[in-house]
């Protein structure tokens, strides 16, 4: 990673770089969103082709091939919505080239981290101490299923994230059922939205303790879904991370219709909530043809944790 964001900021001018760099202990650093805006970094529309060879260079080094498709093919829905919109070609909400990217530091220097954020992507990534954090990470897709006549259509970018959740869903029993579910309406949003810090009153649904064999493993490959978008290291460290902490204690909880279906009143939501991270999965704009996911580190979104421990050992 830290080799990918020296060679990026390598192809940068002195001018882009200062687009492109900020100091770590900048709070930019926290001010994310998913929706189409202005952002600081510098953006693809301002790339040359070397430059943003570059730039994916560094999302490749991060992710899985799944998880680099996955932001590539998010990025490309951009064309789809300003069909679907009836939008100009040139339009500037819209657009697949509102990608920006931010280099927090020096790489090489830690701490140092970086982003990529645009309309429904938001990673990012902090080194501390040769330890790395890699949340809050956000993945959305509008639509869900590409219904309109383009080329893309029939493409399900986060299939895996719904129907394993309505697979998990459909296997519980009525009394395992009347724990994970929590209301007949779903929310039009996800509950931590962009906040810095995520944080929920507590922890609702059905724990993994209490699933049979079967569903545990359908569970597991649930939150799986989620890890197996990054690199096979980072999937690995989380994996082992959830272990350590219990994921007898990891719950499952379930917002609004049952069904896997799109129109008016389907909109459903799921979270899977254990003691150290939260994975929260909304879809109900648009009549259930919209989604949102996002998963976060509750103790160490940003780095937080990590940037904690080494000032502390350097203070001492």
């Known amino acids: 990673m830290q080799a990918a964001a020296a060679a990026f900021l390598h192809t940068l001018s002195a001018e882009q770089r200062k687009e492109a760099q900020l100091p770590y202990t900048d709070l930019a650093r926290f001010d994310w969103n998913f929706t189409p805006r202005a952002r600081k970094g510098i953006t693809l529309k301002t790339m040359n082709a070397a430059q943003r060879k570059a730039a994916m260079a560094l999302i490749r080094v991060v992710l899985s091939q799944e998880g680099y498709n996955k932001a590539v093919q998010i990025i490309d829905l951009e064309h789809v919505l300003r069909v679907v919109e009836s939008r100009p070609a040139n339009d500037t909400y819209r ?186 999965f909304d879809n109900t704009q648009n009549g259930g043809n919209h989604i949102h996911s996002v998963v976060r580190d509750l103790t160490n979104d940003f780095g937080e944790d990590l940037l904690e421990a080494h000032y502390k050992a350097k203070h001492n």
């Open 95 to 280: 657009d697949p080239e509102n990608y920006a990217f931010l280099i927090f530091g020096t790489p090489g220097s830690e701490p140092w981290g970086w982003r990529v954020e645009g309309h429904h992507l938001s990673l990012h990534f902090s080194s501390i101490d040769n330890q790395l954090s890699y949340t809050p990470s956000f993945m959305g897709s509008n639509p869900g299923t590409v219904m309109a006549d383009v080329p893309q259509k029939g493409r399900r970018i986060l299939q895996a994230e719904q129907d394993l959740a309505f697979a998990l869903l459909h296997s519980l029993d009525a009394s395992q059922l009347e724990k994970a579910n929590l209301g007949a309406k779903a929310p039009n949003e996800i509950f931590t939205s962009n906040s810095r810090k995520a944080s929920l009153a507590k922890m609702e649904g059905i724990p993994m303790a209490e699933l049979n064999a079967s569903q545990q493993a359908a569970f597991k490959k649930l939150i799986m879904a989620y890890l197996q978008r990054y690199h096979v290291t980072l999937k690995n460290q989380q994996w082992a991370e959830l272990e350590k902490h219990g994921l007898e204690k990891i719950r499952f909880a379930w917002l609004g219709d049952h069904q896997p279906e799109i129109g008016t009143g389907h909109g459903h939501y799921y979270r899977i909530h254990g003691p150290t991270f939260l994975i929260e």
